[in-house]
């Protein structure tokens, strides 16, 4: 059965870098995009962007490029998301999901807290 | 890309039907049938309950429909169930390889 499944919570200060991580499992990894949505406290979802798993080729949403990059390990089917310069507005809950077109699948989502 | 626009907050009573909209434009909503549904309970991850505008996966209630007119999509829910009660969202292609989320809307089983 497909899987996706995340790294476990982080707590950070701000300025650091974050890596999320998004293990896929159930399915041939290269054969479906994945895309990153996250959520902040009492908030609704909002999109990321996605990579292709098949090229490595990564779209962001506008206000999402520079600090946030995603990127791959073909040989673990992982996805990562690596936030930089961590800033305490990026506390939230962060998912990965399979497919850009339609999200069929979920990781059970990684909170990140950013605070001093 | 903004947000497609759904209502914060909706209700029925148990049994009723409640129908929630999510309005765009003629760039996303409008422009194709890429067009899907999610529900979160508190604390959980999202769930597919429509994708393509209309279509159910495997295992959702017949009780879930979408349809769209124009520029609106909505997603209605008959026999509302008390756990039903949950947010939506609606998620659609904003044109190109750029996706949007609605605002999200409250499902309250009264």
């Known amino acids: 059965q497909v899987q996706l499944v995340q790294s476990g919570s982080e707590l950070k200060k701000p300025g650091a870098s974050v890596k999320v991580s998004c293990k896929a499992s159930?399915?041939?990894?290269?054969?479906?995009?994945m895309t990153w949505v996250r959520q902040a406290p009492g908030q609704g979802l909002e999109w990321l962007g996605w990579i292709n798993t098949d090229s490595g080729n990564p779209t962001y949403a506008q206000g999402f490029t520079g600090r946030f990059v995603f990127s791959l390990d073909t040989s673990v089917s992982t996805a990562y998301l690596e936030i930089r310069s961590l800033q305490t507005e990026d506390t939230a809950v962060y998912y990965c999901?399979?497919?850009?077109?339609?999200?069929?699948?979920w990781g059970q989502g990684t909170l990140v807290i950013v605070s001093s | 890309q903004s947000a497609l626009t759904q209502p914060p907050s909706a209700s029925g009573s148990p049994g009723q039907s409640v129908t929630i909209s999510c309005t765009g434009t003629?760039?996303?909503?409008?422009?194709?049938?890429?067009v899907s549904w999610y529900q979160q309970h508190p604390g959980k991850a999202p769930k597919l309950m429509i994708y393509?505008?209309?279509q159910r996966p495997s295992g959702v209630p017949d009780r879930f429909s979408g349809s769209k007119s124009g520029n609106t999509a909505s997603l209605t829910v008959s026999g509302l169930q008390a756990e039903d009660e949950a947010d939506y969202y609606c998620y659609a292609n904003a044109g190109g390889n750029i996706w949007v989320f609605g605002g999200g809307t409250k499902l309250t089983v009264l």
């Open positions: 999901a399979r497919e850009p077109i339609t999200l069929d699948y």
């Open positions: 159930g399915y041939s990894f290269n054969k479906h995009g």
């Open positions: 003629s760039s996303d909503v409008g422009a194709h049938n890429y």
């Open positions: 393509e505008v209309n």
